[in-house]
């Protein structure tokens, strides 16, 4: 019985040792799981404290060991992720650029250095170019990875550079996916307007888009860093919400009991701002 032991013993050490080696060359070879970019607003409407949340949601949800258990859990057991944060056309700023991630270790290094960057707020929302901006991040990406997907997060629609859901549609054809992490409030900004209103379905019918996409909605700023951790530990793990709603097709009338914003509500705003 105690050489059967042995014997057992001694075939789980190899097992692990093959899995081991087996993950090791995969990392040499820039194999993973996700590519992750990870866009976040800093327009204007968001103001240094919020900016601060924001920053600090990323930063707790990268330390969090459910996280990083999701991370490897993976058939790779790694993903590559790169931040940057969104104003207008102007202005993507990476915070933190590609970073392989497939421990505990990798991850906190990843939030440290998310930690150590300043936070600087600027004007417009690019939601457009956040999504540009994500497609050319893959474009000279180090890593190659199973899904990729752009993470964009924000508290108002589209008011500068191209129109959303045409950069949105002109992505989804590199064969990319594209999350939304709306943050619903009607807290006005320091310029004292609000947001629009049924900004989830905005960002449902105007901004997500490609396979399995979704969207997890944050209830203020303060519940920003409970979204992130969800969306990321959905994202990571290849699956999506239950009940998550989806664009009605064309010329259906939707059926969720609520206006839903036109892709150019943000446009036609600013022209409203502009013209008083």
């Known amino acids: 019985m105690r050489g059967v032991f042995v014997r057992y013993f001694s075939l789980i050490i190899v097992l692990s040792m093959l899995v081991l080696s087996g993950r090791s060359a995969i990392a040499q070879e820039g194999l993973v799981d996700l590519e992750l970019v990870i866009a976040v607003d800093i327009s204007g409407s968001v103001d240094d404290d919020e900016a601060y949340l924001q920053r600090q949601g990323y ?11 999701a991370i490897t859990r993976g058939p790779l057991g790694a993903i590559a992720v790169t931040y940057f944060e969104y104003a207008g056309s102007h202005h993507q700023m990476t915070l933190v650029d590609w970073t392989f991630i497939n421990s505990q270790q990798t991850a906190n290094e990843f939030a440290d250095a998310l930690a150590f960057e300043p936070i600087l707020v600027n004007v ?16 000279r990406s180090p890593f190659k990875g199973k899904r990729r997907v752009v993470d ?24 990319i996916t594209i999350n939304g992490l709306p943050i619903v409030n009607d807290k006005p900004s320091r310029y004292g307007r609000r947001q629009i209103p049924n900004l989830d379905y905005y960002y449902i019918d105007c901004v997500i888009g490609g396979p399995g996409a979704f969207i997890i909605v944050a209830n203020g700023f303060e519940d920003y860093a409970r979204a992130v951790r969800r969306k990321l530990i959905l994202e990571i793990a290849g699956a999506e919400p239950a009940n998550q709603p989806r664009r009605p097709q064309t010329g259906i009338v939707p059926a969720y009991g609520h206006d839903r914003p036109p892709c150019n509500v943000g446009e036609n705003l600013r022209q409203d701002w502009d013209d008083f």
């Open 152 to 175: 964009i997060s924000g508290d108002g629609a589209n008011n500068d550079g191209p129109p959303v859901n045409l950069m949105r549609d002109r992505a989804l054809k590199t064969g």
């Open 124 to 139: 417009w929302t690019s939601i457009s170019g956040a999504i540009l901006a994500g497609v050319d991040n893959f474009s």
């Open 59 to 69: 930063i707790k949800a990268f330390r969090d060991p459910k996280v990083v258990e």
